[in-house]
């Protein structure tokens, strides 16, 4: 007799990961060092940030409330759902795979060369914690016999994912930046709070601050005050390269900029910076920016702000833009309603 991995069990299995997860343990602990090694920007003190992230989310509590509007997950004839995982930072594709598991269907898990090891591990002490869950995953080189597809990626790499996975039910996501909107009323305190939107793993999630919108005049000196604890993030050296390698084209070719040390903020209309640079705007007014906003929604992934806002994307406050919660979905879709529609 096959057993049914009931709804209420796989809550209680991930649950239980989450306490694992919190509890500490020494492997995992030994494997963040070597996947320090393999990927540069996975430091330990970033992944282990990723997993402590992964543990608040994962309570009874929250699980319950993300799942309530789904409360039927078991299924008699599951889809196999490709999943195409990022790496820009430590454990981004697992939110993803949790979707999958918690919808009853399967997943075929083609994992990033940057981020290979620390998913597996987890996955491998979820099915210790519920065994059941071994038969609703495998990983994969090359998606094959798919009735679904989740694909994450860039700009570019979306038009190939269009082409190949196009003409069955699908999530392609594309490049997303984060944006703060401040009413120079700000106090220091969240001004540090908004540092990490901007440095929490160096910059490199679609969630990270990349633009920061000011009221006309704005002066930038609080705001480097705040920020200064954040220095630190200077001192590796693949982000410094790109402090440095940024710094010097701005003053080749007469930029104007600001520069406190450690990132470069400079007036620009885009969304997307490079790294260790963050661009600025300045706004006369409200309605203006929120017209400006909503027109740029479906390149946001979210937005930092004290200000109450009238757009279309998730208006989140300082310091809470890397700590999102399992119905906070990547670019607004419901990924629980996608596979429970399959």
């Not at 990927?39 to 970033?46: D, S, V």
């Not at 309530?68 to 196999?80: A, D, L, S």
């Not at 693949?238 to 040390?261: M, P």
């Not at 409200?286 to 979210?302: A, T």
Request: charged share 20%.
């Amino acid at each position: 007799m096959i057993e049914i991995l009931t709804h209420n069990k796989r809550i209680t299995a991930l649950a239980n990961l989450g306490d694992w997860l919190k509890q500490g343990d020494t492997a995992l602990d030994t494997l963040i060092q070597h996947t320090s090694m393999h990927n540069a920007w996975f430091t330990p003190a970033y992944t282990q940030k990723a997993l402590q992230a992964i543990a608040n989310m994962l309570t009874i509590s929250n699980l319950e409330h993300w799942l309530q509007p789904y409360p039927n997950t078991y299924t008699e004839e599951p889809k196999n759902v490709g999943l195409i995982l990022a790496g820009n930072i430590p454990l981004v594709g697992f939110h993803d795979i949790l979707c999958v598991l918690m919808s009853g269907n399967r997943a075929l898990i083609k994992m990033s060369s940057q981020d290979q090891q620390l998913i597996p591990y987890l996955l491998d002490q979820l099915v210790k914690q519920e065994p059941t869950f071994a038969g609703q995953f495998r990983f994969v080189e090359r998606l094959e016999n798919f009735d679904a597809v989740i694909a994450t990626g860039s700009n570019n790499t979306s038009r190939y994912f269009e082409y190949y996975f196009g003409k069955v039910p699908h999530i392609i996501r594309k490049n997303r930046n984060s944006v703060a909107v401040l009413n120079g009323n700000e106090n220091p305190a969240s001004l540090y709070r908004l540092g990490n939107d901007i440095f929490d793993y160096f910059g490199l999630g679609c969630r990270n601050v990349s633009k920061i919108f000011v009221p006309q005049g704005y002066n930038f000196s609080t705001l480097f005050e705040a920020i200064e604890p954040f220095k630190k993030v200077a001192e590796h050296h693949k982000y410094s390269n790109n402090y440095d390698y940024n710094k010097s084209i701005f003053l080749v070719n007469g930029d104007h900029h600001l520069d406190n040390g450690f990132v470069l903020l400079r007036p620009d209309s885009k969304l997307a910076s490079p790294l260790a640079v963050v661009y600025y705007e300045e706004y006369t007014g409200l309605p203006s920016l929120e017209r400006l906003l909503r027109d740029q929604s479906d390149n946001i992934q979210c937005i930092v702000s004290e200000t109450p806002l009238s757009v279309n994307n998730q208006v989140i406050a300082f310091g809470q833009s890397q700590q999102p919660q399992l119905w906070d979905y990547a670019d607004g879709i419901d990924t629980m309603q996608f596979l429970s529609s399959l």
